[in-house]
């Protein structure tokens, strides 16, 4: 089955500066992969997702990037705020044929931005 | 829009106890997904539900564990006779169909002592 491994585990950064995190698959037919940030005590909320037929997506400060040949994809926030200081999850998923949807996630990456 | 509800957002139960989590999708959803988070962990999936009908429950623990989304009301996740290993939180997406994104309610924090 599917295996996601995301890296780092913990970040931090300075207000104003960019993070970087990234997440590997296991399964090549997997074909969408969206990003959550979870604040302490809340739900996972969808910031950005992509799909296998794009390499590339933005959305203001964030950006998702896609290899599929590498199975790897990442998540770029530019001029970070402390506001986005959470614990991010990457996941996978399979959205075709025969499949449920149901998302891998990897383990998370808590991001600190430092004023 | 109301988004997806959970409740109760927290819940204690003592060893041996039943606990009942009950989740109410986002309006015009009709496909509910469970996962469970264990602290400093990932999201868990554990069953995929439509209405009344369990598509997949390969995430689910064989014993004491049970979903259902009936015609009427909100889905309910049911874990008979808890043990402390099942403290977690416990988080439900909704999806307006099959290969749609996945909305997250609050989550249910579950304590067992």
């Known amino acids: 089955g599917e295996n996601v491994e995301q890296h780092p585990s913990t970040l931090s950064v300075q207000e104003g500066d960019s993070a970087v995190i990234k997440c590997t698959y296991s399964?090549?037919?997997?074909?969408?992969f969206p990003w959550y940030k979870q604040e302490l005590g809340k739900g996972p909320q969808l910031i950005i997702d992509?799909?296998?037929?794009?390499g590339e997506k933005k959305d203001q400060r964030i950006a998702v990037t896609l290899n599929k040949t590498a199975k790897h994809f990442s998540l770029h926030i530019t001029e970070t705020q402390p506001e986005d200081s959470a614990v991010y999850f990457c996941?996978?998923?399979?959205?075709?044929?025969?499949?449920?949807?149901?998302?891998?996630f990897g383990k998370g990456t808590k991001l600190s931005v430092k004023p | 829009n109301a988004g997806v509800m959970q409740n109760p957002r927290h819940l204690v139960r003592r060893r041996g106890q039943e606990a009942r989590l009950r989740c109410s999708p986002m309006?015009?959803?009709?496909?509910v997904y469970w996962y469970r988070q264990l602290p400093e962990e990932g999201l868990k999936f554990m069953v995929y539900?439509?209405?009344?009908?369990?598509?997949?429950e390969s995430g689910m623990p064989k014993e004491r564990f049970s979903a259902e989304f009936p015609k009427e009301g909100p889905s309910i996740l049911r874990i008979q006779q808890v043990v402390r290993g099942d403290s977690a939180a416990y988080f439900c997406a909704s999806s307006p169909g099959i290969w749609n994104e996945q909305f997250f309610g609050p989550g249910t924090r579950l304590t067992v002592l």
């Open positions: 992509i799909r296998s037929n794009v």
């Open positions: 399964d090549s037919a997997s074909n969408y």
């Open positions: 539900l439509q209405k009344e009908n369990i598509i997949d």
């Open positions: 996941a996978a998923s399979l959205n075709y044929g025969g499949s449920q949807g149901n998302l891998i």
């Open positions: 309006k015009g959803h009709s496909h």
